[in-house]
């Protein structure tokens, strides 16, 4: 997340639009294949250790702070899988089927997509922050 928002937000602007679209062509594939499996995976492991290292006591697992940091984490990470998945990787996915269309069809429908897919970038990854500091507080609680 950090290098699509960092670095391929700054570069996108800078390309002409045949530049743009193949590198959405290109990219945007890939995030489908990878990214699901990547967010199931991350939230299951996460759960699986989480109830682990709470040795599956309630007591532990929402009694005290570190769980409940975590679990708030975990919230926080479906909440980013949804926007990143639902919003992101969806708006990235129909902007693909504009781009096969006759230069310029639909640039109002364009233009909103590209928005949604950038903001959803921005808000996964600030959400990814927060989880990573929420994880950082927990092990220290
Ligand atoms: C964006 C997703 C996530 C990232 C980037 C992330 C990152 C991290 C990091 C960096 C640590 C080590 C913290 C430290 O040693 O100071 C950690 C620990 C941990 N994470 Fe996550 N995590 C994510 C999602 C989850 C989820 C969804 C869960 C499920 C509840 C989870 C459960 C845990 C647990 C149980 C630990 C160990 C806590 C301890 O040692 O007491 N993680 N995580």
Redesign the pocket.
Known sequence: MAFSVMVLRGVMPRLGMPARKELMQRMVPAMARYLPTMAIL??VF??I??LY?GSFDPALLWGIL?GQL??V??AL?LI?SVIGLGIGLRSANLLLVHFEEEEEAHPQEVGILQKRFGMAQIVVFLL?LV??AL??Y???A
Do not use: P
């Open positions: 991350t939230i996460g759960f250790l989480y290292l570190w975590l679990l984490a975990l990470a980013a990814g989880i990573i994880m950082v927990a092990t220290a």
